[in-house]
C-alpha cells in the first residue's frame, strides 16, 4: 500500500504514514504534537486546474482546503481538494461533482458560493468563494461560549440560509456544524461544506442507502440510523446541537467513541443547557429542547416554524411549538416512515466525520434498541439511562421504608405510654376518695347515740370505782352543757 512522507510543522521530524489515512490526525514521534497527515503531491505554488494554491486553510472529512488564486478572475477562491481514499470510490467522487452541481444552484447571502469544479492529473478540486473571517470552530475551541442573543442571531442566519435551499432545491444540508459555519468580517453568518448535501430530487443511487453521512456529534437520530427519507428536518435538529454548543461550550453528548456518541443520540434525554451555563435564559433552553427532538414529529415542521420560534425566544418569550413528550425507557420511537438499514460508518480521527468508506467501523442500530455488548465495545456505558433510572428508584424506596419505620416507631411509642399512664391511674388513691370513705365511716364527727353511749359507759366505769360519788353525782349532776358535749366530742376524733 502507497505511503506519504512528511515533516512534523513543529519538529521538522519526517513522518511516514499509509496514503489512505490523509486528513487523518497522528502524533509525532518525537514533540508528541498532533500533525494532520497531507495528501500527497499538494504543496504551495503548484497549479490545480486554473487555480495556484497559496496556503492550506485547513482539514475536512473529504479533504484538504486551499486559498487559491485564479488569475483568469483575478480574485482569491477556496480550493477542496478531495483526499486519494475517495478517489477510488466512484460512489464519492459522483457526489463529489454533484457537491458543485448543487452548490452552483445556490445564492444567498448567507450561502458560500460555488464557482467551478474539476479535475486536474488525478485531482478533484472544488472552487468556493473565500470567505475572509473566522470559523465557529475555532472560536468555541478557542474557549469561547457565545452569549445567548449573538448565538440566536447566528442560529437564524442560517435558518433562512437552510430554508432558501429546501424552498427552491429541495436540499439537506446533512452536516451542519460549528465547522461549516463561518462568520465574515462584517459579522455576516454564511453556510460552508454542501459536500455531502443531498438533493431529494435527484437519483438516489447517489444517496447511498444504509450509509448514514454527517458529524456524530450534531447528527440526528434517524441519520444514524440510516433512514432513507432525510428531510430538513435532519438539518434542524444539527443546527439545535450547534446552538447547544454555541452557548454551553460543549457539545450535547459525548463519549470515546462515534458509535457511543450516536447511541447516546438516540437514548439519552438532552443536559439541560442552563446547568452547564446558568446565564441561559428558560426559553432559550426550550428551543433547543424542541430542535433536539428525538422524533421529527416533534420539532418544526417547518423552516418558518423555527423562524419564528427564534424571533419569539429573541423577546423573551417561550417558543409557540410544544415541548417534545417524554418518554419512559427508550425514548427514540421510529416513524412508520423510517426504514432502518445497517448502518456502515467512518471516522476521521480529527474531525470523527462519518463519511462511509471500505475502512468503515460497523454496526448495527436497528428499530430503537442497542445491545449492552454493542455499547460495551465501544466504551459507552451499557444504558446510561436505565441505570440513572434504577438509581433514582433505590433512592425513593429507601425513603419510603424509613418513612414507615418512623410511623411504626410513634405508634408504638404512642400506644405504650397511654398503657402506662392507665396503669399507673388504676394504682393511685387520690385524697377526695380518702375523705369520701373516712365520711362514710364516721371519723370526722362522732353520731349522737355514739356519744350517750361511750358517755354511759364512762359512767359505769366511775361507779365502780366510787359508788359514793357516784350516788352524790346522781343527786346533784346536772345536765351537761352543750359546750361541754361538744369539747367532749372534740376528744373522741381519730
Request: aromatic letters at 6%; a neutral charge; glycine letters at 6%.
Amino acid at each position: 500500500m502507497p505511503t506519504i512522507s512528511f515533516e512534523c510543522p513543529g519538529c521538522h521530524t519526517k513522518l511516514v504514514a499509509d496514503n489512505s489515512l490523509c486528513g487523518s490526525i497522528i502524533n509525532c514521534k518525537d514533540c508528541g504534537n498532533s500533525v494532520i497527515i497531507p495528501i500527497p503531491g499538494i504543496s504551495e505554488g503548484m497549479v490545480v486546474g486554473d487555480f495556484v494554491l497559496k496556503s492550506k486553510l485547513g482539514t475536512g472529512g473529504m479533504g484538504e482546503v486551499w486559498l487559491a488564486y485564479h488569475a483568469a478572475m483575478d480574485r482569491h477562491v477556496a480550493l477542496k481538494i478531495l483526499s486519494p481514499k475517495f478517489t477510488s470510490n466512484q460512489l464519492f467522487l459522483d457526489r463529489f461533482m454533484k457537491e458543485a452541481k448543487n452548490s452552483g444552484k445556490l445564492f444567498h447571502p448567507n450561502i458560500v458560493t460555488a464557482y467551478h469544479a474539476g479535475v486536474d492529473n488525478g485531482v478533484y478540486y472544488l472552487a468556493i468563494s473565500y470567505v475572509d473571517g473566522k470559523n465557529l470552530r475555532d472560536r468555541i475551541d478557542a474557549g469561547e461560549i457565545m452569549l445567548e442573543r449573538e448565538a440566536l442571531l447566528i442560529t437564524r442566519a442560517i435558518v433562512d440560509a437552510l430554508d432558501y435551499a429546501w424552498t427552491e432545491c429541495k436540499i439537506v444540508h446533512r452536516d451542519i456544524k460549528p465547522a461549516n459555519i463561518i462568520i465574515d468580517k462584517k459579522g455576516v453568518a454564511k453556510v460552508l461544506d454542501l459536500g455531502i448535501s443531498k438533493s431529494i430530487d435527484e437519483d438516489n443511487t447517489l444517496t447511498m442507502t444504509g450509509t448514514f453521512v454527517g458529524t456524530p456529534f450534531y447528527m440526528s437520530p434517524e441519520q444514524a440510523l440510516g433512514d432513507k427519507n432525510i428531510d430538513f428536518r435532519a438539518d434542524i435538529y444539527s443546527l439545535g446541537a450547534t446552538l447547544y454548543h454555541m452557548v454551553t461550550g460543549t457539545v450535547p453528548f459525548d463519549a470515546s467513541t462515534a458509535m457511543a456518541i450516536i447511541s447516546r443520540h438516540l437514548k439519552d434525554p438532552l443536559p439541560p443547557a442552563n446547568e452547564r451555563n446558568p446565564a441561559l435564559t428558560s426559553q432559550c433552553c426550550t428551543l433547543l429542547e424542541i430542535m433536539m427532538a428525538k422524533r421529527r414529529e416533534e420539532r418544526p415542521q417547518s423552516w418558518q416554524e423555527l423562524r419564528e420560534d427564534i424571533d419569539l425566544v429573541m423577546k423573551g418569550q417561550y417558543p409557540k411549538t410544544a415541548l417534545p413528550k417524554k418518554e419512559g425507557g427508550q425514548i427514540f420511537i421510529a416513524s412508520g416512515s423510517e426504514t432502518m438499514d445497517r448502518a456502515v460508518t467512518a471516522v476521521s480521527p480529527s474531525q470523527k466525520t462519518v463519511i462511509g468508506t471500505d475502512q468503515a467501523l460497523q454496526g448495527d442500530i436497528k428499530g430503537n434498541k442497542t445491545s449492552d455488548s454493542e455499547l460495551k465495545a465501544s466504551g459507552a456505558p451499557a444504558s446510561p439511562a436505565k441505570s440513572r433510572t434504577s438509581w433514582k428508584l433505590a433512592a425513593i424506596l429507601l425513603v419510603f421504608v424509613f418513612l414507615i419505620m418512623v410511623v411504626v416507631a410513634i405508634t408504638v411509642f404512642v400506644l405504650v405510654k397511654r398503657y402506662y399512664n392507665a396503669s399507673k391511674k388504676d394504682k393511685r388513691i387520690t385524697v377526695e376518695e380518702i375523705n369520701s370513705s373516712a365520711t362514710s365511716r364516721g371519723i370526722d364527727e362522732p353520731s349522737q347515740k355514739d356519744l350517750q353511749e361511750f358517755l354511759a359507759q364512762e359512767a359505769k366505769k366511775k361507779q365502780k370505782q366510787d359508788p359514793a360519788a357516784t350516788d352524790k353525782k346522781d343527786q346533784s349532776a346536772p345536765v351537761l352543757k352543750e359546750e361541754d358535749r361538744k369539747n367532749d366530742s372534740q376528744k373522741l376524733k381519730w
